[in-house]
C-alpha cells in the first residue's frame, strides 16, 4: 500500500464548477501536510499547506482530519487556469525544522469550458 | 533569486553509460532532496541531505546510485551503470529548515533522463 493515496482522475469538470479531491495517508507519525500543484512538464510547486482547523486561500479550501488520516483540498469557481495535477502531501517535522516530503501520485485535474 | 537549479535539462545516453546530473539549490537553504517521477510511481524521495551531510539515503534504489554535496551550493546525482528502467525525470529541490514545522520545498526544472 503507498504512503500516500488518491484517485488519479482525470476529474474533467465546466469552468465555474466546484471540485473537491481526497487523500488519505497510512502514517500516523505524519506531522505536516500540504497540497502542491504540478503542471504538465513542469515542476511540483506548493499550492497552500493543510491545518487541523482547516484553511482558505481565496477559491482553494484545504482540511484535514488526523484521525481518519484524510486530507482534502476544494476548488470554487473553477477556472481554466486550474487544470493541473494536484498532490497531496504529508511529511514528519525533521529534527532543526524543515519537511521531508512524501508525495501522493497525484489527481489530474481539466478545466473545461 | 534564480531558483533551483538543474542540468542538464534533458539527457539520452546508451545503456550502460555513467549519467550525472546536477544541482545547484538556493543559496542559503540547509536541505537539499533528490527525486525521481515516473507514470507508474510518481514521486519518489532518493536521498536528502542537510548541511551537506546524507541523512537518509533509504530511497536510491540500488549502488548503480550515489549522491554527493561537495558544498551548501552543488550536489550531483551519479548513475552508473545506467539501465533503461533508470528513465525518468530526477527533480533536485532545496528548503530551509530553521525550525519550522512547516517549510515550503522549492523544486528545479528537472532532468528528463532517457536510457536507451
Known amino acids: 500500500r503507498k504512503e500516500v493515496e488518491q484517485d488519479p482522475g482525470p476529474f474533467n469538470v465546466p469552468e465555474g464548477a466546484t471540485v473537491a479531491f481526497n487523500c488519505t495517508y497510512s502514517?500516523?507519525?505524519?506531522?505536516?501536510f500540504f497540497w502542491y500543484r504540478q503542471d504538465c512538464r513542469k515542476e511540483p510547486k506548493l499550492l497552500m499547506s493543510?491545518?487541523?482547523s482547516g484553511n482558505e486561500d481565496g477559491r482553494f479550501t484545504a482540511q484535514l482530519n488526523r484521525a481518519s488520516q484524510y486530507i482534502s483540498l476544494l476548488i470554487r469557481d473553477s477556472k481554466l487556469s486550474d487544470s493541473a495535477t494536484y498532490l497531496c502531501v504529508v511529511s514528519p517535522i525533521l529534527t532543526g525544522g524543515g519537511n521531508k516530503l512524501t508525495f501522493g501520485t497525484g489527481t489530474q485535474l481539466k478545466v473545461e469550458l | 533569486d534564480a531558483g533551483v537549479i538543474q542540468s542538464p535539462r534533458h539527457e539520452v545516453t546508451e545503456m550502460g553509460q555513467e549519467v550525472t546530473l546536477r544541482c545547484k539549490p538556493i543559496s542559503g537553504h540547509d536541505y537539499l532532496f533528490w527525486y525521481r517521477q515516473t507514470m507508474m510511481r510518481g514521486l519518489e524521495l532518493l536521498i536528502y541531505?542537510?548541511?551537506?551531510?546524507?541523512?537518509?539515503d533509504s530511497g536510491m534504489p540500488e549502488d548503480r546510485f550515489s549522491a554527493k554535496m561537495p558544498n551548501a551550493s552543488f550536489s550531483t546525482l551519479k548513475i552508473q551503470p545506467s539501465e533503461p528502467r533508470d528513465s525518468a525525470v530526477y527533480f533536485c529541490a532545496s528548503s530551509s529548515g530553521q525550525g519550522k514545522s512547516r517549510t515550503e520545498a522549492f523544486f528545479g526544472q528537472g532532468t528528463r533522463l532517457t536510457v536507451v
Open positions: 493543510v491545518y487541523s
Open positions: 541531505f542537510n548541511n551537506n551531510v546524507p541523512i537518509d
Open positions: 502514517n500516523s507519525a505524519s506531522q505536516s
